[in-house]
């Protein structure tokens, strides 16, 4: 069965599927979220079992994928712990720089994600089809809706792109042994700016597959992100909404 709202964003999407910007991605991929059992501290739609939150991963079985699921999961737990790490300095630094006001009063940062949400997207990016020279888009420009995300990428160069804030694009190509680490919306918003979400983008791989693994530190499900009282759930279902294509709707590729 085909990622969708259907299976609450969770599973195989397939390429084209994935839509930025009115533009078809030219990737598939297997995307993971933290599954939230009902009842649970994480959502507000507690009562309803078809909410998307309340969905199961959908893993290749054993045979398909022998030992990803183990691996994979051992994988969200280490970066979840990583994510943690990272924004006690975030925090710390905060405190340092901002006054309360410059922080948007948010000097309780750790409340908002001391039970985060996470989502985890294995990639494969194919060869660019048409001619060299011509940018053939991966995944097209946009900022990632959390705190933060850590990409693991292969060692295809060429690929992943961040945009400086005078609009040039720069390469972010892989170095041995490192993640790259985003910032997301969230982050952005609550530090009114201090910390900026990144645009990026990534372009079709030229003559091999690109292979990446980004993991979407996120807050809690229920945590406030903007004055209005939007909360991250709000904010993370409107954007999951908008990403995909009908893949047997061709009139929208
Ligand atoms: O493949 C990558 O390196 C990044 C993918 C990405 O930006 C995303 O899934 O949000
Ligand atoms: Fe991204």
């Known amino acids: 069965m085909l990622q969708g709202a259907a299976t609450g964003f969770r599973g195989f999407q397939v390429c084209g599927q994935n839509v930025t910007q009115g ?3 030219q990737h598939e991929g297997l995307d993971l979220m933290r599954e939230i059992p009902m009842a649970g501290k994480g959502s507000r739609v507690d009562d309803d079992p078809a909410h998307f939150m309340h969905k199961a991963n959908l893993w ?3 045979e398909e994928a022998p030992g ?7 994988y969200a737990d280490a970066m979840t712990d990583l994510g943690f790490r990272i924004m006690a300095k975030v925090d710390d630094g905060l405190r340092e720089t901002c006054t309360q006001e410059e922080a948007h009063g948010i000097m309780n940062l750790p409340e908002m994600y001391d039970d985060p949400f996470w989502i985890m997207r294995a990639i494969r990016y194919p060869p660019a089809s048409s001619p060299t020279g011509v940018e053939e888009q991966g995944v097209g420009e946009h900022r990632d809706y959390g705190l933060l995300t850590m990409i693991l990428q292969d060692d295809t160069p060429g690929c992943l792109q961040i945009r400086r804030e005078n609009g040039a694009w720069e390469h972010v190509d892989p170095v041995p042994d490192c993640l790259v680490v985003n910032i997301g919306d969230v982050l952005d918003f609550w530090t009114g700016g201090y ?11 030229r003559d091999r597959d690109r292979v990446s693994l980004p993991f979407f530190f996120e807050p809690n499900l229920h945590a406030p992100i903007l004055p209005d009282g939007t909360t991250y759930e709000d904010h993370v279902l409107s954007k999951l909404s908008s990403n995909f294509a009908d893949p047997t709707d061709q009139a929208q590729k």
């Not at 990803?68 to 051992?74: E, I, Q």
């Not at 910390?195 to 791989?205: D, G, Q, S, Y």
């Open 60 to 62: 290749p079985t054993e």
């Open 195 to 205: 910390f900026k979400a990144t645009p990026h983008r990534v372009l079709a791989p």
């Open 23 to 25: 533009k078809a991605d």
């Open 68 to 74: 990803l699921r183990t691996a994979f999961t051992a």
